[in-house]
């Protein structure tokens, strides 16, 4: 992962709080075998999910893993500050692996030794969770000292239910599960006329732009008449009034094949 604001504390001070995040944990918490006992949660952020393993399954070694240092800290111990692809552990060294909110942030490169990596670590299950049929340009923000646009959040990735069947070759997807409170999402459609030519940009509460580091934002792009990006704001508004509610959240349980 680049270097961004998830090298914040101010970021963990609020993540991973609110009844979503409940449901989460206790979804990940359902999809573990009651036999796992060695489990590592990569990504672990400030270890909600972490917490809740331990708290319901006192048998359980949960061992976190973050590229953050501040959320490390915040994170239930034992928790190590490192990051896929290359983590510090023996092949199989866990009954099952959680990798929750990280495959979406890697590019092609990274993503491909990430899941490698995943491979090599799970004995017999892997829990991934990414966010469910994300529209990427709907979070886009503008950095206003080197006008590159980036995802608010780092993601470079959207992931639908077909998406997660090839994910890890080596294992067969057995169960999928979408969470987190319905909530109607700007249509790509929407998204991209909002931006392109609209001009107009996310709002983001923290922001680090990831090509030059600033955390300062515009929120229309000078060059584009304001009118335009209020027009294509409102259009978008409208088709977003009329769109599904979808859960933000699909998480996977895998299983590993077996040899015959
Ligand atoms: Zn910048």
Not at 40 to 50: A, F
Not at 62 to 69: M, P, Q
Request: with cysteine; glycine share 6%; hydrophobic share 40%.
């Amino acid at each position: 992962m680049r270097e961004t604001m998830y090298h914040s504390d101010a970021v963990w001070q609020q993540y991973g709080q609110g009844p979503d995040y409940c449901e989460r944990a206790a979804v990940v918490l359902d999809l573990i075998p009651e036999w796992a006992q060695w489990i590592l949660d990569v990504g672990c952020g400030s270890g909600d999910v972490l917490r809740a393993l331990t708290a319901a399954r006192q048998h359980l070694h949960a061992i976190g893993c973050d590229s953050s240092y501040v959320a490390c800290i915040r994170a239930p111990q034992p928790v190590i500050c490192a990051a896929l692809p290359t983590l510090p552990f023996r092949d199989k060294s866990f009954d099952v692996v959680v990798c929750l909110e990280v495959l979406e942030h890697l590019d092609e490169e990274q993503y491909v030794a990430a899941v490698r990596e995943v491979d090599r670590l799970a004995r017999y299950s892997v829990v991934i969770g990414v966010p469910y049929r994300e529209t990427l340009q709907a979070k886009y923000v503008l950095c206003a000292s080197c006008l590159n646009s980036s995802h608010a959040d780092g993601h470079v990735r959207s992931y639908s239910i077909g998406d997660l069947y090839n994910l890890l070759p080596a294992f067969q997807l057995c169960k999928i599960v979408l969470t987190g409170i319905k909530k109607k999402r700007q249509s790509k459609i929407g998204s991209w006329l909002t931006m392109r030519i609209g001009g107009r940009y996310y709002h983001p509460k923290l922001f680090c732009c990831p090509y030059c580091g600033s955390d300062s934002f515009l929120e229309q792009r000078p060059n584009v008449p304001p009118l335009l990006g209020k027009l294509t704001a409102l259009l978008c508004h409208i088709l977003t009034m009329y769109a599904r509610p979808m859960p933000y959240w699909i998480i996977g349980l895998y299983e590993r094949r077996r040899a015959y």
